[in-house]
Structure formats: C-alpha cells, structure tokens
C-alpha cells in the first residue's frame, strides 16, 4: 500500500506558503523594528531574511529531488549521519515542536475567531479542541480534502495582506522615513544590532520545510517539490517585505516599534472598528490554514519513522481506503490537545525553538554530505543548489548562528530544551534493539 499521488505544483507551492506564513507577520514586525534605527534597515534586515530562506528552499530542493520520500528532512538526516540524528529529530517534532505548535496555533486560531464572533474566554479551549480534532479527521480521510483547505486559506491570508498594503500606503505618514533611510550602520553595534532583528525574521520565514514531508504525495516530486519551495518562499519573501512597506509608511519606524498590534493599527487608521475585526479574521484565516500544514505534514514524519522500524510499527500502516497514516495523526492530535489543557505548549516551544535550526542547518549541511556520495552528473535529476558551495554554506552558518544567539539570550532555557531533545536517546536505543531482535531468525 502507498500514498496517492495527488498534489500539485499549485498545491505543494501553496503548502509552502501556508507553512511559512501564520500569525507572526500580522503582529510582531515591532520586534524587528525596535532593533534596528532606521526603516531601511528594518526593510534590509526582511530582504536578507527572505534570501536566506530561498537558500533553504534551493537546498531543501536539491535533497527533497534526491530522497523524494514522506518524512523529508527526518530521511536527509537519517541517511547523511545517523539514525539517531533522524530519530531526535522525529522525537522532538511529535513531542514538542509540531504538536506544541498545534497546540498553540490552534489557541490563536480560537482567540481570535472568538474575537470576529464575540464569543467568551470561556470557549478559546474548547474551540482550539474542536478546531484540532476537525482538521485532523479531515486529512484522516484524504490528502486532497486537507489541502483544499491549505489552498484556500494560503489564497486567503495572502490576499488579507495585499489588502493591509494597500491600506497602509493609502494611509501614508511617514514615506519620508523610508525614503531617506540611511543605510545599515557598519559599526560593531549596528552589526550586532541588525544580527539581533534577524533572528525573529528567519523564524518568520520558517516553515518551508513541512513540504518536503508529503514528497512522496506529489505528481512528479523531483520537479514539483524544488519548483514549489523555490516559488512559494518567493511568494511569502515579496509578502512580507510588501507589508512591512505598509507598516513603516503607515506608522513609521517610532511607530511601528511601539506597538505590538501593527496590522490591526494601520487597519484602524483607515475603517476603524471595522479594520480591526477585518485583522482579527486575517488572522483567524491564516492560523487555521497554517494549522492544517501542521497537521497534514508532520504526520508524514511519524510514518516514516515507524516504517523504519523506530516508532510502534502500526503508526506506519496507510488507511486501506483513504491512505493516509491515520494512526499518527491521531497521536499528534491526542498529544496536541493534551498540551493544550495542560498550557505547557507555549513554554515547551520556547525551549526547544533553537532545536527546528539545529536541524535545518544539519539538513542543509547534508547537501555537502551528498554531493560526495552522489555526484551530481551521477544523479537522476537535475535538480542542484545554486551557488554551490558558498549559498548552502551561508545559509549552514546563519543556522548556527541563530542557534548561539538564542542559546546566548537564554542559556537556561536552551539548557532545558537540550535535555528535553536527548531524551530520545533512551527510546532510540530501546526501538533500535528490538528491530534487531525482530530480525534474527
């Protein structure tokens, strides 16, 4: 039994677009903006960002055409290093990062449907509940059904910030401040200053990856995978750098860096009430569309570790008739809402965040492992990195370097989520003994 074939370029372009953008673009550009001094380097600062995910999504493009398999990063890990490295991966993904993520996007998600109906506090629980438990029946019974709903919503929240742009210039105050921008500082302090805004910005720009788990899922992966990362990232990195125009035009960067709320203040500046209500939904749309991502891809991991005899063997049997692996999805889901009545979502995320660019920068790095082993006139596929070596290499250090600037700005945290991510060790040794128990006549 194996995974049907039915997504896309349009489809996988708009996994990637959905994966990558949430509710972090509406809300927490201030962040950036409160680091650096002038609106040209904030606008610097998403321009490099964006070129430093479409190095991702050139390399992720490269590795998803040579291993076109479900699990993606969890396969390039595995077969460039070592199971483990796959395995802890995969361990922390289903225990802490993909789960909490469900976990607390679906609270967004429920936070602020709540705030578009006028519901209560009461019901943000139980709807991010109902929310998890709908969308993970939903890919149970299909990878079409779940990604007519990424589609939809990735179209949505795209258009939702077109709007915002439109309105932001057509409220414009402050075009002077980006149109005299001075450039980013040379100093030491400017270096370290523009250094610090990047590191919200790349884990905005995160996500592009969660496509390369439904390789397997794909029409002609080894072309629609690298065309989709490289589109999609394009798509979001042209986004985000528009919205931010709007922003610094609307508010300025004063402005902009006193608010936490700048999609709902520019909004306001134009229909009031209405404007916000219009954010709210923006943002209840693309929550609920970067939650199905969630769901619908990182199943894709558990899968794969399972048929690699590393995970409860059952969790790597496809539905007889819809061909989904439907017992990991309802494992993720069951993990999810358990982290979501308990309200440790958040605080697990928070240690374990540094972990997702261990792991990208391992994953990219496996390019170089690979080009070795398999040299590209070699290969099947003409698919390669662009600028090699130098761009897979840039991206592998801006990834360690991310990793020390949270390590160094919460050294006890990141202490927490190391021990949190070893704590696959113990299950990968027992998985790993009994699968070569099971193999000796």
């Known amino acids: 039994m194996t995974f049907r074939r039915d997504l896309g370029v349009f489809d996988a372009t708009m996994l990637v677009v959905g994966g990558i953008i949430g509710a972090g673009i509406f809300i927490n550009p201030a962040i950036v903006a409160a680091r650096l001094d002038s609106a040209g380097a904030v606008l610097a600062a998403w321009v490099v960002g964006g070129a430093v995910a479409l190095a991702g999504a050139f390399a992720y493009g490269e590795l998803g055409a040579l291993f076109p398999r479900a699990g993606g990063q969890y396969v390039y890990l595995t077969e460039a290093y070592h199971p483990v490295v796959g395995f802890l991966y995969a361990w922390a993904l289903l225990f802490i990062i993909a789960s909490g993520a469900v976990a607390a996007v679906a609270i967004v998600f429920a936070q602020y449907t709540v705030r578009v109906t006028g519901g209560g506090p009461r019901v943000v629980i139980p709807l991010a509940i109902v929310a998890i438990m709908f969308l993970s029946a939903l890919n149970a019974v299909g990878v079409k059904p779940g990604s007519r709903v990424v589609n939809a919503s990735s179209v949505l929240k795209v258009a939702a910030i077109l709007v915002l742009v439109g309105v932001g210039l057509a409220t414009s105050g402050h075009a002077r401040d980006i149109a005299s921008a001075t450039p980013v500082p040379g100093s ?91 954010v709210a939904l923006s943002i209840a749309v693309s929550t609920f569309g970067f939650l199905d991502v969630c769901i619908l891809a990182s199943s894709r991991v558990y899968y794969a570790m399972a048929a690699d005899g590393l995970f409860f063997r059952r969790v790597a049997r496809l539905h007889p008739r819809f061909d989904t692996p439907v017992l990991a999805i309802a494992i993720q889901g069951a993990w999810a809402i358990a982290l979501a009545l308990s309200g440790t979502y958040a605080q697990l995320l928070d240690y374990v965040v540094f972990a997702d660019w261990i792991f990208f920068g391992l994953s990219v790095g496996a390019v170089f492992v690979f080009r070795r082993r398999f040299p590209v006139g070699t290969r099947g596929t003409a698919v390669s990195t662009p600028g090699y070596p130098l761009v897979p290499a840039a991206f592998v250090g801006v990834a360690f370097g991310v990793v020390l600037s949270v390590a160094w700005a919460n050294p006890r945290g990141s202490a927490v989520g190391a021990g949190l991510l070893l704590s696959g060790l113990p299950a990968f040794a027992w998985w790993a003994r009994a699968g070569r128990q099971r193999e000796r006549p």
Request: aromatic share 8%; net charge positive; proline share 4%.
């Open 188 to 278: 030491a302090s400017g270096v370290v200053a523009f250094g610090a805004a990047l590191v919200p910005i790349l884990f905005a720009y995160g996500g592009w990856q969660q496509t390369n788990f439904v390789a397997e899922e794909m029409r002609d992966p080894r072309r629609t995978l690298p065309l989709a990362l490289v589109a999609g990232t394009t798509v979001v990195a042209v986004v985000y750098v528009l919205i931010n125009i709007a922003y610094l035009s609307s508010l300025g960067l004063g402005g902009l860096a006193r608010t936490m709320t700048p999609a709902a203040d520019v909004a306001a500046r134009a229909i009031g009430s209405t404007g916000e209500r219009f």
